[in-house]
């Protein structure tokens, strides 16, 4: 049976198709560790991927330096936890300098239109264009914020030029001679 999903030595479970032979969860290469077949088959995989609710993005950091050089990190309307953990929004692996929880915060707020860095809450500073973020800051397209030993840069997708509507379907971009709908 030809499954899509495997098992890391970790035992963490993910897509092969969708994040390749590196574990996402703790960075580790399977194609060099033992793998177990789960069983589910890919149609199961693409029914439970499809069952997930649609949270469109609003942004994205991009690592431009640091172990996880090349992913990018999706950033969501409201607050977006950034961290190592798994319940983070924006889990960020390979680098433990980053701490566990809540090393700073990236929160897109859709009435003002503006994605903001926040402080965390644990003792990692994250950084603006090399200045320390000890206070809520408006980001602009391409701010470089660093953590840990990872550089990240910034590109919003929301805001002045784009906005998702509330109802599936609805946005607002350049152009709309009905704003507020995709006709």
Same mark, same amino acid.
């Not at 049976?1 to 495997?6: A, E, K, R």
């Not at 550089?151 to 002045?160: H, R, V």
């Given at each position: 049976?030809?499954?899509?999903?495997?098992r890391c030595a970790?035992? =963490?479970? *993910?897509?092969?198709?969708? =994040?390749?032979?590196?574990?996402?969860?703790?960075?580790?290469?399977?194609?060099?560790?033992?793998?177990?077949?789960?069983? @589910?088959?890919?149609?199961?995989?693409?029914?439970?991927?499809?069952?997930?609710?649609?949270?469109?993005?609003?942004?994205?950091?991009?690592? @431009?330096?640091?172990? +996880?050089?090349?992913?990018? !990190?999706?950033? +969501?309307?409201?607050?977006? *936890?950034? #961290?190592?953990?798994?319940?983070?929004?924006?889990?960020?692996? #390979?680098?433990?300098?980053? /701490? +566990?929880?809540? =090393?700073?915060?990236?929160? *897109?707020?859709?009435?003002?239109?503006?994605?903001?860095?926040?402080?965390?809450?644990?003792?990692? @500073?994250? !950084?603006? /264009?090399?200045?320390?973020? !000890?206070?809520?800051?408006?980001?602009?397209? !391409?701010?470089?914020?660093?953590? #840990?030993? /990872?550089?990240?840069? *910034?590109?919003?997708?929301?805001?002045? =030029?784009?906005?998702? #509507?509330?109802?599936?379907?609805?946005?607002?971009?350049?152009?709309?001679?009905?704003?507020?709908?995709?006709?």
């Open positions: 049976m030809n499954s899509n999903l495997t970790n035992g =963490h479970m *993910f897509s092969v198709r969708r =994040h390749g032979t590196v574990c996402p969860y703790c960075n580790l290469e399977t194609n060099t560790q033992e793998k177990q077949e789960t069983g @589910i088959t890919e149609d199961d995989v693409e029914k439970l991927i499809g069952y997930e609710e649609a949270d469109p993005v609003c942004g994205w950091l991009v690592c @431009i330096k640091g172990p +996880r050089q090349g992913k990018d !990190y999706k950033i +969501r309307d409201g607050k977006n *936890f950034i #961290g190592r953990a798994d319940d983070m929004d924006i889990q960020i692996l #390979g680098d433990n300098e980053i /701490s +566990r929880r809540n =090393h700073a915060v990236i929160a *897109f707020d859709k009435k003002t239109k503006e994605t903001v860095l926040l402080p965390g809450d644990s003792n990692g @500073i994250a !950084y603006l /264009s090399g200045n320390a973020a !000890y206070l809520p800051t408006n980001l602009a397209a !391409y701010n470089v914020i660093e953590m #840990g030993q /990872s550089t990240f840069l *910034f590109i919003p997708f929301c805001g002045e =030029h784009f906005m998702w #509507g509330d109802e599936p379907g609805d946005v607002t971009a350049p152009g709309d001679a009905g704003a507020g709908t995709n006709d």
